[in-house]
């Protein structure tokens, strides 16, 4: 996903901001590769179930976070059967807030005073900012993202919202999120999930280096650090690997733009399997293999 002219979308605004993703990485500043597992597709309904993410800072990981999150409700049997995570296994984890706080302070702990602009990679990343937007305004009152993204998906189907794959492959270089009718892949297809790898059903965290128990979680959830992490999605700069890779790699060489599919494209170590962290691994790794694709003396 390194495109010449490749871009970001700025959150703080209907601004769009270009960025060569083979500085994104490397550059000063924090980045954050993210991904959620969920309930359903609609983010106004749903809820997250599991949520990782790791943290790069001058072209090295140097923090991992992962965590179950309860969505005080009932998982369904699809995702069930999709993910691997059963209501056995949140049962005892952490609801949205302190999930959404201790993500806060995973994200503070490797923000300095010097790097104030975050940088959120994702795989459809407009899925999962959706989502933990809408966490985010489910806590409480809190300053409101300037650019709601959730209103994009406002009125779309289920079936059409998932993916997320409505970032034009348009000429210009701006990651934008159309309407989701308007993108062919946005289709689910069971066909091409990966067999799953379950992840043993604990709500362990890892967190700065440090593995904490889900005990300790109460204490976490205040304000200040949900507050963190609403600015600093207000503020970011986001970047699809979906959409990158659209622009890198020819339609018919990987069928639809699903992180399977391009991951197998790239021959990357860790493969997707539906649980968050394998997920976050395996799009950090075809970030760096797009970036590689695009320019080889990178």
């Known amino acids: 996903m390194a495109d010449r002219m490749s871009s970001v979308k700025h959150f703080s605004g209907e601004k769009f901001r270009k960025s060569n993703p083979r500085d994104t990485l490397h550059k000063s500043g924090l980045s954050v590769v993210v991904d959620v597992e969920t309930t359903g597709l609609n983010p106004e309904k749903e809820r997250i179930i599991e949520i990782a993410a790791i943290a ?12 179950l999150v309860n969505p005080e409700r009932n998982i369904p049997r699809v995702v069930e059967k999709l993910t691997g995570i059963r209501d056995a296994d949140v049962k005892d984890a952490p609801a949205a807030q302190a999930a959404l706080a201790e993500f806060g302070k995973f994200i ?3 923000t300095s005073t010097k790097n104030t602009t975050t940088r959120i990679i994702g795989h459809n990343v407009a899925f999962d900012l959706a989502f933990i937007h809408a966490e985010l305004h489910r ?3 809190i300053t409101a993202p300037r650019q709601d993204i959730r209103s994009q998906f406002a009125g779309s189907h289920s079936s059409e919202l998932k993916r997320a794959n409505h970032l034009p492959t348009h000429g210009n270089d701006s990651v934008k999120f159309s309407n989701p009718q308007s993108c062919p892949d946005n289709q689910p297809n069971p066909a091409n999930h990966i067999p799953l790898r379950r992840h043993p059903g604990t709500t362990n965290l890892t967190f700065h280096g440090q593995l904490k128990d889900d005990n300790v979680l109460s204490s976490h959830t205040d304000g200040e650090s949900i507050h963190k992490l609403n600015t600093c999605l207000e503020n970011c700069h986001a970047v699809c690997t979906a ?15 699903r992180l399977a599919n391009v991951a197998r494209y790239l021959n990357t ?28 003396l990178a």
């Open 139 to 141: 806590v409480g009152p």
């Open 56 to 67: 790069v800072t001058n072209g090295q990981i140097d923090g991992t976070f992962h965590l």
């Open 108 to 110: 503070t702990a490797h």
């Open 269 to 296: 170590t860790h493969k997707p399997s539906h649980r968050a962290l394998d997920d976050v691994y395996t799009t950090y790794e075809v970030f760096q293999a797009l970036i590689q694709l695009e320019n080889p």
């Open 243 to 257: 959409h990158l890779a659209r622009r890198l790699i020819e339609r018919e060489q990987v069928g639809r733009y």
